[in-house]
């Protein structure tokens, strides 16, 4: 009885070897690369598969694959209830075994988008119309119909999508991605309206979004962040004209060739603070964590008046005697229009 035993113990043992043998021997993925598929087999596993369907989905793509085949498998490597959803880039000639071990880690292909502190609201939809991983259900859209499939409430949509690098599986609908900025946009306002000062002059968390984004578009240098927070923000309390460049240059928009004029401060216009006291109507580009800190929470300056030192700095002044002088030093012998608030 031992020896009958013996053999079917042995004869198990045997079983186990050749079937996990196969399992991580035999081949399931194709060998030969295709031109769109030079550096591994891509895959892609809808979510919400169960083993049968995981199955037929890389059967269909092209894999030596059978549902049997595969929940076997699956349950012999206790990963029947971890394979993950994604696209996968599976090595050439990969084992059954190695790509159920693959998609229960979920190591799987990513793809990234940056926004940039400081772009405007054309420059994001570009950015998002034109990546080649994303479905595009927004491309064509206007900003107002952009902003109702958002279900958001805004005079528009710029300043409103948080500046970050956004991760994302290739073939995602690029709303995600407006999606997940806004998000992070409202957590990083509201954590800034609730720190702001107590004599701030702003109303509303959006003037203080409008107010970081003159102040993302104004800095050159970082240190400078909130004492140009604080030049604005004295002049608001003192009713004064912001007398910001980027805003008038966001008010010529894409007519603008890189050159201001004298005349476009002259001409009016919602977003000329050269000529209308008070914020802009609008944010006029994505303003950075820092800056919607900074126009929460300024520098204490009695500064009213800063000109680019030409450095990527800039010189504070509380007075205009003070600005004047550090414009004839700084810029006046070399600019031909003003640079300054």
């Known amino acids: 009885m031992w020896h009958t035993l013996k053999k079917m113990i042995l004869g198990l043992l045997l079983c186990l070897l050749l079937f996990f043998g196969a399992l991580f021997l035999f081949p399931v993925v194709p060998s030969q690369p295709n031109a ?3 550096l591994g087999y891509q895959v892609k596993i809808q979510p919400q598969s169960g083993l049968s369907a995981i199955a037929d989905q890389l059967s269909g793509q092209g894999l030596r694959v059978t549902p049997f085949l595969l929940k076997f498998g699956a349950s012999s490597l206790l990963v029947a209830g971890k394979l993950k959803p994604g696209t996968y880039l599976l090595e050439f000639r990969a084992s ?16 990234s988008i940056a926004i940039i502190p400081g772009m405007t609201i054309w420059q994001v939809r570009a950015l ?8 595009h259900q927004t491309k064509g859209m206007s900003s107002k119909e952009l902003l109702k499939i958002l279900h ?3 005079p528009g949509a710029e300043g409103l999508f948080y500046p970050d ?17 806004i998000q992070a946009m409202q957590k990083q306002l509201t954590l ?5 000062a107590a004599s701030s002059p702003l109303k509303t ?3 203080l979004l409008i107010l970081a984004s003159i102040v993302e578009k104004e800095t050159g240098r970082s240190s400078d962040r909130d004492l140009i927070a604080a030049v604005f923000t004295n002049r608001l309390k003192k009713g004064m004209l912001l007398q910001t460049d980027p805003t008038v240059i966001y008010g010529i928009g894409s007519q603008f060739d890189g050159n201001l004029r004298k005349a476009d401060l002259r001409k009016d216009s919602p977003y000329n603070t050269y000529m209308r006291k008070g914020l802009p109507p609008t944010p006029i580009a994505m303003p950075s964590k820092d800056s919607l800190q900074a126009a929460s929470h300024p520098a204490i300056s009695a500064a009213l008046y800063f000109v680019a030192k030409g450095d990527g700095s800039s010189h504070f002044s509380s007075s205009l005697y003070e600005h004047e002088a550090a414009v004839d030093r700084y810029q006046r012998r070399t600019a031909k229009t003003p640079v300054n608030p």
């Open 128 to 135: 998002v119309d034109a990546h080649p991983s994303l479905l």
């Open 165 to 181: 690098t956004y991760i994302f599986d290739p073939d995602e609908v690029d709303i995600n991605i407006y999606r997940r900025s």
């Open 96 to 111: 059954l075994g190695g790509v159920l071990l693959q998609i229960a880690r979920g190591d799987r292909v990513r793809e």
């Open 192 to 196: 800034a309206w609730e720190g702001k």
């Open 36 to 38: 769109s598929q030079s």
């Open 152 to 154: 958001l409430n805004y």
């Open 205 to 207: 968390p959006y003037e």
